[in-house]
């Protein structure tokens, strides 16, 4: 059973940057598709980013310029770079880790197996 967790979350203001990074418990192929999810209260869980099994990175549309997402194959790990924050990023950010996968990814949660247990993004104005 592989393990995820995540770090890195925090409070900032509206303009700050936080890097989130996922850690999973065991080897993680660069093939596997991995991705990062959010849950703002009241609202259902969308896809933030994802890098699928050849390398390719999707973004969702509210994300693109500001946010990169990146793994480290050596470390097992998972990273969210996050720019630019807007009050509208807060939320609880979950990193997930599926199978082999290609294409676009953000709206298919049902493709990835393994769930971290999150960690609370708040940005303030």
């Known amino acids: 059973q592989v393990q995820l967790v995540e770090s890195g979350g925090g409070s900032v203001q509206a303009g700050g940057s936080l890097r989130l990074s996922c850690a999973a418990s065991?080897?993680?192929?660069?093939?596997?598709?991995q991705a990062w999810f959010r849950q703002a209260p009241g609202k259902e869980r969308e896809g933030v980013a994802a890098v699928v099994s050849d390398g390719s990175t999707n973004y969702a549309d509210s994300v693109k310029g500001r946010f990169t997402i990146s793994r480290d194959t050596f470390k097992n790990t998972l990273y969210l770079q996050m720019n630019s924050l807007k009050p509208e990023d807060t939320g609880m950010y979950y990193c997930?880790?599926?199978?082999?996968?290609?294409?676009?990814?953000?709206?298919?949660?049902?493709?990835?197996?393994?769930w971290g247990q999150g960690t609370q993004v708040t940005v303030s104005s």
């Open positions: 997930a880790r599926g199978q082999f996968c290609s294409g676009y990814v953000l709206d298919l949660p049902s493709l990835f197996n393994y």
């Open positions: 065991e080897d993680t192929s660069s093939s596997y598709c």
